[in-house]
Structure formats: C-alpha cells, structure tokens
C-alpha cells in the first residue's frame, strides 16, 4: 500500500473536519496500543491534541508507561484519570460482578468514552475515533463506548494494515510489537478473545468484502477454478484462500454486529 498517500488522505480529512466544525482540537483515549498511537500521531501533525490515558487497577502497566512516553514525544496535552473507583461504584449499584467480563469491558469502555466527551465539551475539542476495519466490521467493540468519536480517521484500514502503517510513521517500535489487547481484564488478548489472527481475519475479511465468496472454496479452502491454495497476487489481503471456518465466523459476526455501523432507527411518523 502506498502509505505516503494514505497519510496525506487522512491528514487533508481531519484538517477539514476540524476546520468546519469549528472545534479547538483533538482529544482521544490513549491507552498505549496500536490504533490509539497511529491516531494520536496523526492528530498531532494537524492541531492541538489532547489525551485522556484512562487505566483501571487491572490495567497492564507497561501500556500506561508507552502512552506515556507517546505522549511526551508528541506533545500532547495529557491526564491521567484512573477509572478504578467509578467502575466500582458502578458496579456495586448495579450488581455487576467483575468475573462477567463482557458487561465489565462494555462498562471500561463507556465510562472512558463518558469522560473524554466531557473533556471535549469543556475544552472545545473533537472526540477521535481509534477502531479499526477489523473491529468495526467484526463489532469488536463498545456501541456507545470505544467506538464512539465525532469522526474516525482510521477506520478504513484494517488492522494488518495498521501495523505496516504505524512503522511507516515511525511509531515507536514496542508499541508496534505488542500483543493487540484492548486491556479490559487482565492479560486480556484480541486474537485469543476472537481465535484467530487478525492476519488471518483480515484476509478472510477482505474476502467477504470483494464479494469471493464460499461459491470459489471448497471445505478445505481451495479454490475453486483456480486449482491451488492462492491467489493472484494483491486481489486480496494476504495470498491464501480464507478456509471455509474462518469465513463462516466472520460472516457470523458481521451479521450479528451490523447494528454497532448503523444510527439508532427512528420511527417514521405519519401525520396524516
């Protein structure tokens, strides 16, 4: 992919979006991971950009000190509020237990999003997006919480994709070479969380995209019509045939989390 490009792209779409909105600035969750990162470099190249770094006490340490130190080598205006207690008055008033992961992680990602649009409205900032085309198409992530934003600049590009672009902006390198996490529970991991590589979920991903199909694979992922496990070079991401498993589990998933895409359904009212 010609990164150069993509860059000049996504830096001319937040500079115009900022400009017309009329806003001060950024301001996005850093929470020392991949998506955040790349964002936060590129914000920082258009405007003043803020960073809310938003840990619990089950938070891997090691992700604070790397959102830290991005955020001093950006300059970026940045506070550290530990959500620990607000998740635990939470908790208590709802009767939400910790061990029930899934509503725990919703609840992280609310209650960051909660804080940095309250941030945004007290400095005049634009709350930026960090999901990627992985997470967004898979509903790997919070409606109304993580995946939130005033706009998304990333949200295009897969997270494989992510990777070879983060290098390309000279993002620091163990950052880059982490395990994905999203860092709600401890030693939480995307790729054991979801069961397979995003390499192999991005490929399977932009298979479904193009419109490949199950119609050119048979049960152990060759091709139909093409006679060998790969493909013409760059019709799709990576060079292998998704397998039949891994199709049918994404597809699942996109169908299932299509609604997270969408804006609340509105009731059509007839007035007559």
Same mark, same amino acid.
């Given at each position: 992919?010609?990164? #150069?490009?993509?860059?000049?792209?996504?830096?001319?779409?937040?500079?115009?979006?900022?400009?017309?909105?009329?806003?001060?600035?950024?301001?996005? +969750?850093?929470? +020392?991971?991949?998506?955040?990162?790349?964002?936060?470099?590129?914000?920082?190249?258009?405007?003043?950009?803020?960073?809310?770094?938003?840990?619990?006490?089950?938070? !891997?340490?090691?992700?604070?000190?790397?959102?830290?130190?991005?955020?001093?080598?950006?300059?970026?205006?940045?506070?550290?509020?530990?959500? *620990?207690? /607000?998740?635990?008055?939470?908790?208590?008033?709802?009767?939400?237990?910790? %061990? %029930?992961?899934?509503?725990?992680? !919703?609840?992280?990602?609310?209650?960051?999003?909660?804080?940095?649009?309250?941030?945004?409205?007290?400095?005049?900032?634009?709350?930026?997006?960090?999901?990627?085309? *992985?997470?967004?198409?898979?509903?790997?992530?919070?409606?109304?919480?993580?995946?939130?934003?005033?706009?998304?600049?990333?949200?295009?590009?897969?997270?494989? #994709?992510?990777?070879?672009?983060?290098?390309?902006?000279?993002?620091?390198?163990?950052? /880059? !070479?982490?395990?994905?996490?999203?860092?709600?529970? #401890?030693? %939480?991991?995307?790729?054991?969380?979801?069961?397979?590589?995003?390499?192999?979920?991005?490929?399977?991903?932009?298979?479904?995209?193009?419109?490949?199909?199950?119609? $050119?694979?048979?049960?152990?992922? /060759?091709?139909?019509?093409?006679?060998?496990?790969?493909?013409?070079?760059?019709?799709?991401?990576?060079?292998? /045939?998704?397998?039949?498993?891994?199709?049918?589990?994404?597809?699942? $998933?996109?169908?299932? !989390?299509?609604?997270?895409?969408?804006?609340?359904?509105?009731?059509?009212?007839?007035?007559?």
């Amino acid at each position: 992919m010609n990164y #150069e490009k993509i860059e000049k792209n996504i830096l001319e779409f937040l500079r115009d979006y900022l400009a017309t909105s009329g806003a001060k600035g950024f301001v996005l +969750g850093l929470s +020392g991971g991949l998506d955040s990162a790349v964002v936060a470099t590129l914000c920082a190249k258009i405007a003043p950009t803020h960073a809310l770094l938003m840990p619990t006490r089950l938070s !891997n340490k090691a992700n604070l000190t790397d959102a830290l130190r991005l955020a001093k080598t950006l300059g970026l205006n940045h506070k550290i509020i530990d959500i *620990s207690n /607000i998740l635990e008055s939470f908790c208590a008033a709802n009767g939400l237990s910790k %061990q %029930q992961k899934l509503r725990y992680g !919703n609840l992280c990602a609310r209650v960051r999003m909660c804080l940095l649009y309250d941030y945004s409205s007290e400095h005049a900032l634009l709350v930026v997006g960090t999901s990627n085309k *992985s997470e967004r198409l898979l509903g790997y992530g919070t409606i109304f919480g993580d995946m939130a934003c005033a706009l998304n600049p990333i949200g295009e590009l897969f997270k494989s #994709e992510i990777f070879e672009f983060a290098d390309f902006l000279g993002v620091d390198k163990a950052i /880059i !070479n982490k395990a994905p996490s999203a860092d709600l529970w #401890e030693n %939480q991991s995307d790729e054991s969380e979801l069961g397979y590589s995003y390499k192999e979920l991005d490929g399977a991903l932009d298979f479904i995209l193009k419109g490949l199909g199950n119609s $050119r694979i048979s049960k152990d992922g /060759i091709s139909k019509g093409l006679g060998n496990s790969r493909i013409p070079s760059g019709e799709i991401l990576g060079d292998k /045939i998704p397998s039949v498993e891994i199709l049918e589990f994404c597809k699942k $998933r996109m169908k299932n !989390n299509a609604f997270k895409l969408n804006t609340p359904a509105i009731a059509k009212v007839l007035r007559d």
